[in-house]
């Protein structure tokens, strides 16, 4: 079945130091991903997202990857701030009006 | 962007009692609608479809009749969990998609924490 996974459950970060949160995926027919932002005790947040034909998306001091060959997601965080402590997830769009959610990777950002 | 709330964000029953838990679209109507289920430190799983005007879908291993969906105006989705249990205690997350043409973004609610005494 598809799988969405993280390479990293943790992250650590110093303060105004770039982030990078990683996202491996299985089923090569998905066509949109999306990643998210919990804080705990609240839904997930939409963040960013981008469609299977384009590699790279940018939106205010984030940035999402996309390589299809290896199936490969990233969101990448600029100056990251003590906010942006949380945990993300990668969601991938099966096609079948679901969301398929990766494991989760915990940013900390040490201020 | 799209809001979408739920209601009550956080109850606590007795074994055996059943709850509801409302999910509304607030500035948007939703044909459909999703009910998740977080266990704590890990991702959310899908546990349902909820259709306006039809029966909900439920995912592989959900019983459709302990997990009690009713979806009955374009913007109110309900989950009722009949008879809970311990094992039953849980945040769940409703969403719904922004657009009615397009399920793709999805927007989340803000959760709701049952715990099952």
């Known amino acids: 079945g598809e799988s969405v996974g993280l390479h990293l459950p943790t992250l650590s970060v110093q303060e105004g130091d770039n982030s990078i949160i990683n996202c491996a995926y299985s089923n090569s027919a998905s066509d949109y991903f999306i990643w998210y932002k919990q804080e705990s005790g609240k839904g997930p947040q939409f963040i960013i997202d981008i469609r299977s034909n384009m590699d790279k998306r940018q939106g205010q001091r984030v940035t999402v990857l996309l390589n299809k060959t290896v199936k490969h997601l990233s969101l990448q965080i600029a100056a990251t701030q003590p906010g942006d402590s949380a945990v993300y997830f990668c969601?991938?769009?099966?096609?079948?009006?679901?969301?398929?959610f990766g494991t989760g990777t915990r940013l900390t950002v040490i201020p | 962007g799209a809001v979408v709330s739920q209601h009550p964000s956080r109850v606590i029953c007795k074994s055996g009692t059943s709850v509801k838990i409302e999910c509304r679209s607030l500035?948007?109507?939703?044909?459909?609608m999703f009910w998740y289920r977080q266990f704590p430190k890990q991702s959310l799983m899908l546990m349902a479809t909820s259709n306006e005007g039809s029966k909900a879908t439920y995912e592989q291993g959900v019983e459709k009749d302990k997990f009690l969906i009713n979806h009955a105006s374009l913007t109110l989705s309900t989950l009722t969990v009949t008879s809970a249990h311990p094992e039953d205690s849980s945040f769940y997350i409703c969403?719904?998609?922004?657009?009615?043409?397009?399920?793709?973004?999805?927007?989340f609610g803000p959760g709701t924490r049952l715990t099952v005494l």
């Open positions: 969601a991938e769009n099966t096609g079948a009006n679901n969301l398929f």
């Open positions: 969403s719904a998609p922004s657009d009615r043409r397009s399920t793709d973004t999805q927007y």
């Open positions: 500035d948007f109507q939703a044909t459909t």
